[in-house]
């Protein structure tokens, strides 16, 4: 194999880890602060109608990344007045969630279906990747940079910071973060904020960077992928990382497959690769864990104050 | 000025009548969003919500489009009770199709009255199956049934693809990705001569009962309310969470599998690609709309019944595209959800600060 075609076979796979990767990552912090939001495909698929509305409309990638992102907020807004202003169920609400942004993109995006963009192009001057191991440094696009230092910012934020250190508090011990004084729901509200933005941003590298067309459910199930990544990674951003690009390969693999014409696998059965692997992992995850879910912050799903 | 109190007991009637309320919201918020991006909002929600149900040639379609929404949500409103989180149930809707079609398939050249009930337990048992592995990955390892049962739809959406693609792909079908239409012996019958509606409705009307008796009336039933209300109290008491996990899931499983090959037997005929409609999702909808009770579900599949119909009739009279009907149902989840508020809070006035005697 040649050195142009492993660096082109990474490229995409850094493609198909990223959106993951965002999004997962937001959920990371949602959790942390003890938010199971499970709208993660719904606020997806609103940032990935509203990107591609929006860049389609004023021709700028950057401003419909913009939209995707305040998309996801406001989507993520609706979660958090319900179960968090409101009471109702984090299960049930996210399901919701989830629901809506199907609904919600399918709608918007009818007029757009078919019409195609200009996609997210690299970052770097082309130059700058002239060399095939160069493009694996300056080859990638914004996001791709913007997702993997976002990963560090979460990390250090988690670990390192004072504001990190009461998130955590919050999630693990909602009871006593409140009874010293730190304001649960406010600091909920942000997490969760954050979560839609992040799934906002990562819906819309679908359809501005990996597809650049609207088509109707285009994140597939990624969003349920990015929440069971969590869980894999254990709650923590550097695992999620790893895990984020093993899926990536998985996803590459299905495309590398199809593209070789392997007549001796269906492409449906590829096509369920990225989804039993989940399971798959997820079921590794628990046999080597034993205890199930034992690094869950405690009181992730729970309300507060407790009903 | 108006403020929150928390009531000591959550409210009967509020529990009744926040539904109510939720579809009101939802009809309002639909008539002003539909009609600030351009449509005729009063046209398009009266065409939804009001003509399917004062037009009597509607009222087939009704039942026929509610028979498998009453059928799936009974079985995910008896895991939600014990708070299991079954939301693979189009999954399961899809597999049940897909085994009742397999037997089909292999009986396409017999006759005769057993077939039928052949293909209906095949469908049940492929549904069920299909719960199974969430269920023992549950029980066993604790993984979380809300993301293996989803992903599990993803695998069996694609497994039918496959089948109706290549191994069951009709030979006489003009290379139309689809079954065999299925035989006389293997389509379900109308109720009534001439009637659209088929068997699949009073045999959901039937289910409802069943579940309301089983949930209202027997141990298994109060097991199942318990360790989703109180799981220590209900370890104390010696019902084990297991068990009433492995109940909820495979009654879900089969429950929707059911739904699947009546579907398949009934509307369809056939297995096609378009076979996966999301009765599965919908049916989540239907649940909570129905309270979690059997009774209630009826209802609650009714109104959903009536989104679908009303969808297609405000395409075709206002041009609302089809996917208007999925944000309704999903505006109407957001609202049952925040209704829901007023069972445990309710709305009072301010107590003014008492004036001092002059």
Known sequence: MTAAILVSIFMTLAAAATPILLAALGELVTEKAGVLNLGVEGMMLCGAVAGFAVAYSTGSVPLGLLAATLAGVTAAMIFALLTLGLGSNQVATGLALTIFGIGASSLIGAGFVGRTITRLGPLFPADYAAHPWLRLVFGHDAIVYLSLALVLAVGLFLRRSKAGLILRAVGENADSAHAIGYRVLAIRTAATAFGGALAGLGGAYFSLALTPMWADRLTAGRGWIALALVVFAAWKPGRLLIGAYLFGAVATFELQAKAAGWSFIAPEVLAMTPYLATIVVLTMMSLGRRTGGRDAPACLGKPFPAQ | ?358
């Open chain 2, 1 to 358: 000025m108006l403020e929150w109190r928390r009531r000591r007991e959550p409210s009967k009637a509020m529990l009744y009548l926040s539904p109510l309320i939720a579809i009101g919201l939802t009809m309002l918020t639909g008539m002003l969003v539909f009609g600030a991006i351009g449509y005729d909002g009063l046209r398009a929600v009266t065409a939804i919500f009001i003509t399917p149900l004062i037009e009597p040639q509607r009222w087939a379609d009704l039942g026929v489009k509610a028979a498998p929404l009453i059928m799936i949500a009974l079985g995910l409103a008896i895991g939600f009770r014990a708070n299991i989180w079954n939301i693979g149930a189009e999954g399961q809707y899809v597999m049940g199709a897909i085994a009742g079609t397999g037997v089909a398939l292999l009986t396409h050249d017999m006759t005769g009255w057993w077939i039928l009930p052949a293909m209906a337990l095949a469908g049940v048992v492929g549904g069920a199956a299909w719960a199974a592995l969430p269920a023992l990955l549950k029980v066993r390892l604790q993984v979380s049934e809300i993301l293996t049962s989803l992903m599990l739809t993803y695998v069996a959406v694609q497994f039918l693809y496959y089948l109706v693609r290549g191994p069951w792909k009709d030979p006489d079908g003009f290379n139309f990705p689809q079954t065999k239409m299925f035989s006389a012996s293997q389509t379900l019958p109308a109720v009534a001569e001439g009637s659209l509606v088929h068997f699949g409705v009073p045999i959901a009307i039937l289910l409802a009962l069943v579940a309301w008796f089983v949930m209202s009336k027997t141990v298994a039933g109060y097991a199942v309310r318990v360790v989703g209300r109180a799981p220590a109290a209900a370890r104390h008491g010696g019902f084990d969470a297991n068990r009433v996990t492995w109940a909820a899931l495979l009654a879900g499983g089969g429950l929707a599998g059911l739904a699947g090959l009546l579907e398949a037997a009934g509307p369809f005929g056939q297995l096609t690609p378009q076979f996966p409609v999301g009765y599965g999702f919908t049916a989540i909808i239907v649940a909570f709309l129905g309270r979690l009770s059997p009774v209630g579900i009826v209802f609650g599949a009714l109104v959903l019944a009536v989104t679908y119909v009303g969808g297609e009739i405000a395409q075709s009279t206002v041009r609302l595209p089809s996917a208007a009907t999925g944000m309704f149902q999903a505006l109407l989840l957001f609202f049952l959800l925040a209704t829901d508020v007023l069972v445990r809070w309710r709305l009072a006035w301010k107590a003014r600060p008492a004036r001092s005697a002059p």
